[in-house]
């Protein structure tokens, strides 16, 4: 087995040489999604403040094939939750995920997108996106600097680059089972509802574990309007 890949890559690298490259469809189109993402052009809270960074001159996230934000989510391949997501703001998160061209990719950026961060116990913050959306990758820090989010994109590429079109182990959008769309919860008087999507996320089974199912844990405040 090992001679015989042994002799198609110096097959290849003869081929090579000679200027008759030899690749899978596969790996060509992994190639070309992996170094043309089009993220969407939004940020929540501090965090988008260093994705900004990323994009300008010093850090030039442009390098890597990653720099075209696109305001339309329908030309958009990357949604990178860059800051805190409040209840508020969530449905129009999930909403702007389901109709953002497919295949599609969601980074998780800081603390606040990953998991509510400082605001976790908040009663208006969600405890992290990855309750209503599915997240490839997830970028610490509060915030992370703008090297991190380099990092994650090149992660990110990695990623697709080793996707699989068909068979077991297939990427999302050439799953038929995976939904491209997500159910967008509404903000009602007493939290989201329904307050996590059970496909993505279950809350933790451990009956002892503090309340933490994304709904809110005290009573919500009077408004006055
Ligand atoms: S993780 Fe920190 S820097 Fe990022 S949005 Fe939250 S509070 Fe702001």
């Known amino acids: 087995m090992t001679t015989m890949g042994t002799t198609d890559e110096s097959l290849r690298q003869d081929l090579a040489r000679r200027g008759v490259h030899v690749t899978?469809?596969?790996s060509l189109y992994n190639w070309g999604r992996a170094h043309s993402l089009w993220p969407l052009q939004f940020g929540l809270a501090c965090c988008?403040?260093?994705?900004?960074a990323?994009?300008?001159?010093?850090?030039?996230?442009?390098?890597?094939?990653?720099?075209?934000?696109?305001?339309?989510?329908?030309q958009a391949d990357l949604m990178i939750v860059a800051g805190t997501v409040t209840k508020k703001m969530a449905p129009m998160v999930v909403r702007l995920y389901n109709?953002?061209?497919?295949?599609?990719?969601?980074?998780?950026?800081?603390?606040?997108?990953?998991?509510g961060g400082p605001f976790r116990e908040g009663y208006n913050v969600l405890r992290g996106i990855d309750r209503y959306l599915p997240v490839d990758l997830y970028i610490p820090g509060c915030p992370p600097r703008p090297e991190a989010l380099l990092h994650g994109v090149i992660r990110l590429q990695e990623?697709?680059?080793?996707?699989?079109?068909?068979?077991?182990?297939?990427s999302r959008a050439a799953d038929p089972a995976v939904p491209g769309e997500y159910p967008i919860p509404n903000y009602g008087p007493a939290g989201l509802r329904p307050p996590f999507n059970p496909d993505l996320w279950q809350?933790?089974?451990?009956?002892?574990a503090a309340p933490d199912d994304g709904s809110d844990a005290v009573t919500p405040r009077e408004t006055t309007a």
């Not at 990623?159 to 182990?169: A, C, F, Q, T, V």
């Open 24 to 26: 899978s469809l596969e």
């Open 48 to 52: 988008a403040i260093e994705m900004i």
């Open 54 to 74: 990323a994009t300008m001159a010093r850090h030039d996230l442009a390098r890597f094939g990653a720099e075209v934000f696109r305001p339309s989510p329908r």
């Open 99 to 115: 109709q953002m061209a497919n295949p599609k990719y969601v980074i998780a950026m800081g603390a606040c997108a990953i998991s």
């Open 159 to 170: 990623l697709i680059r080793g996707e699989k079109l068909s068979g077991p182990g297939r």
């Open 203 to 208: 809350p933790p089974s451990d009956p002892d």
